[in-house]
């Protein structure tokens, strides 16, 4: 079940990134005027679950690679293991920034969201692990898919 959540959150990421480079106006991320923000998740090590391995690296390569096609620095957003306290990937930490990313961004502007890491279906929901969920209450420190993308259709950006 973990592995097929964590292909659907892979899948979701590449789909978000294939839209943006080729929306219904053929205009690619390189050519878009507006700015171009990235939320970049990646946890290896758990507060309580199995550690992963590659994650926090492939986030890394990841934003290497968006600020090799325009994304500036100062607007992509990196929470991981390891990191200074307000950039650990945590429940808090990761709404926030995706309300404050998405609150930023205005039409025209590009809008990705990169989550890599542990997933989970709990009472038929699609969750996020965060880096201190918890085994004994998953659904107060865990994210639901759906929420993300509810957050995500209100963000005036014009590709998500």
Known sequence: MKRLLFTLFFLFFVASVAFAQESSKGVTVEAV???????????????????????????KALQAELQKVGFEEKNVFALTCGSETKDLPTKENILAVIDNVLDWAKEGDVVIIAMSGHGIEVEGQARYCTINTNEDNFLTTTIPVNEIYTIFEKSKASFK
């Not at 990235?38 to 309580?48: M, R």
């Open 33 to 59: 005027a507006g700015q171009k923000y990235a939320i970049l998740i990646g946890i290896n090590d758990y507060a309580s679950l199995n550690k992963l391995r590659y994650t926090k690296n492939d986030i």
